[in-house]
């Protein structure tokens, strides 16, 4: 009775707008990559970006971490089961055929544990995650697309990690920025900006350390510190 006095008929109905949302994005990319409009690498990246980025909404729309926390570890679940690794074959979407196997739910572990830890700090989550969600992505994305020069001792290049700092600085410039003209954050412009410029610094480094799918955890974990540091 305590839990259900919690929840709103608002909260609900997001909820279900939610799951609307997500299942929709990923079983449209998943069809895009199967008639071949798309590939796998940037298939996955997107569906990242898609929902990753509406973390940016989930504590303006619901009253608590229930729910959201719920769909995350939903999440969890759906994409260890869709995963290549499955035990449950027919289940597999050729979505997350390539790649890392666990990586989609590495990611969405990570973005599980932000929300239901730090709901009530927003700022905290954007900073651990959007660098993931943005930084990643279009680090991925340009370094197979455009990159040429290879860091030492790596596979990745100066390129991608150029793109994904740029993109990762934006989507903290605008999430924080937000907040502070919403009143829901307390920071000047000019914190905003280290803050964003630090976390995306940090983002690229462990982005080039971590091994293949791992990043999925270690970025988020890295940034999330350096945001309870900041704070």
Known sequence: MIICSMITIVDILFFLITYIYIFSVIFYIDRLKKTKK??????RKLIHILIGS???????????NILP???????ILFTFLTSPISPIKKFQLSIFSEGHSLGTTYYSISLTALIYLFFDQPWI???GFLPLVFGDAFANIFGVKYGTIY???????????FAGYIASCFALLFSLSLYVLLGLYNQDFITIILISVLSSIIMMIIELLSPKGTDNLSIPFFCTLFAIFVQ
């Open 125 to 127: 989550i954007f900073i």
């Open 54 to 64: 509406s973390i940016i909404l989930a504590p303006i729309i619901f009253s608590n």
């Open 69 to 75: 926390s719920l769909i995350g570890f939903s999440f």
């Open 38 to 43: 798309i590939n796998s690498t940037n298939s």
């Open 151 to 161: 860091w030492p001792y790596s596979k990745k290049t100066v390129q991608g990690s």
